[in-house]
């Protein structure tokens, strides 16, 4: 039989040993009754990097600044179009506001937030936009004042820009002559977040309230200052980065087999949890393992798994033993794997990190070896 052969038989074997509930995958990496062989080593490193996540059309814009002790400064400006109100001719308008429900804080609680609103000039797709870009925006238009956790934000817009906008609103052109509107910090130590759903520009005639409906999103962030961290510890935050990159040494076991694999990292949750008196820290409950191949190509999801009781994230199953022995037997390739926050709400949640200096819990794979 030929080598290439033999490899798909192997895989093929290890692949049904994964999926069978009576292996030793899974379980006896962590604990059990069993006592496979199984190698222990810690990541060559454990490193943070810079990441901008993908904000583009999310459910939620962000805006506003924070200042966390812990995690550094960073500002937030949130941008909005929305799509046509009218059908049918419309009536002449006497007033608009824009109405943003907050479904989100980082930050201090009892802070009065102040946001800037300005015009988008020119017209834009939020497609795989990340947070790291940037829109041409006109002048202020005015600024805002509210509690970080109001509900309801209501900015009523000037007479000045209604007057101006009145026809291009009131047109069915609107799409192409209104570009939306950008929400960006003045003061303030908190970061809000308002949900698409109930986010709308109202406009007002003489007899009746129009809304035109949030139709496209972005959040664009600025780290201003970097974290401020316990020794043996590595910090990643959801939106704006850092991101932690992971990579191992696993010369000495190549073309071992393999019956499973598990990756443990802990979260220090007691020093993330300490926070300043009516400050709120979101924390990450959710974490992706990707191999980076390249610039070019797309990251393989490995792994992703949600945070146990106690504090530990544990990737394993099927997925992560097929990764690993396709290392080990040279048929994959990657640069690097990469910690992921998964793409849902669009947030800054934050976590702390074990890194490989910990002397407590530093990160570690576990491989079960076939004899």
């Not at 994964?18 to 006592?35: K, Q, T, V």
């Not at 949130?78 to 824009?98: M, N, S």
């Amino acid at each position: 039989m030929s080598r290439l052969c033999l490899l798909a038989v192997l895989l093929a074997v290890l692949l049904a040993a994964c999926n069978d509930p009576a292996s030793d995958l899974g379980s006896d990496l962590l604990g059990g009754g069993l006592e496979p062989d199984v190698w222990f080593t810690a990541p060559n490193s454990f490193d943070t990097m810079p990441f901008a996540d993908i904000t583009g059309q999310a459910p939620r814009v962000l805006a506003g600044a924070v200042d966390d002790p812990l995690f550094g400064s960073v500002t937030a400006t949130g941008y909005i179009d929305f799509d046509t109100g009218f059908d049918g001719t419309a009536p002449a308008l006497v007033g608009a506001a824009v109405r943003l429900r907050r479904t989100y804080v980082y930050g201090d609680t009892m802070s009065m937030v102040t946001l800037a609103v300005h015009d988008i000039l020119e017209q834009w797709d939020p497609t795989g936009v990340k947070a790291d870009s940037a829109l041409v925006l006109g002048p202020e238009i005015i600024t805002h004042t509210f509690l970080s956790t109001d509900s309801v934000v209501l900015i009523p817009m000037p007479t000045a820009w209604v007057s101006m906008y009145e026809d291009t609103l009131r047109s069915s052109g609107v799409d192409s002559l209104f570009h939306g509107l950008a929400f960006a910090p003045v003061d303030g130590q908190s970061v809000v977040g308002f949900i698409n759903s109930g986010t709308v520009l109202e406009v007002y005639s003489a007899d009746d309230t129009t809304a035109f409906n949030f139709q496209r999103s972005l959040t664009t962030t600025t780290r201003m200052t970097e974290p401020m961290l316990p020794e043996a510890r590595a910090a990643m935050q959801d939106g704006t980065g850092p991101g932690v990159r992971v990579t191992f040494d696993l010369d000495s076991l190549a073309t071992q087999p393999i019956n499973g694999a598990a990756f443990l990292i802990h979260a220090d949750t007691v020093a993330f949890q300490d926070t300043p008196m009516d400050f709120v820290r979101p924390m990450v409950e959710e974490l992706q393992l990707v191999a980076v191949r390249n610039e070019d190509d797309p990251a393989l999801l490995v792994g992703q798994t949600r945070i146990t009781d106690e504090g530990i994230f544990s990737f394993s199953g099927s997925e992560m033993a097929t990764f690993f022995y396709r290392i080990l037997f040279g048929l994959e390739e990657y640069e690097y794997l990469e910690l992921r926050v998964p793409v849902l709400d669009n947030t800054l949640n934050g976590l702390l990190l074990h890194d490989v200096d910990s002397p407590d819990a530093p990160p570690e794979l576990r491989l079960i070896l076939s004899s």
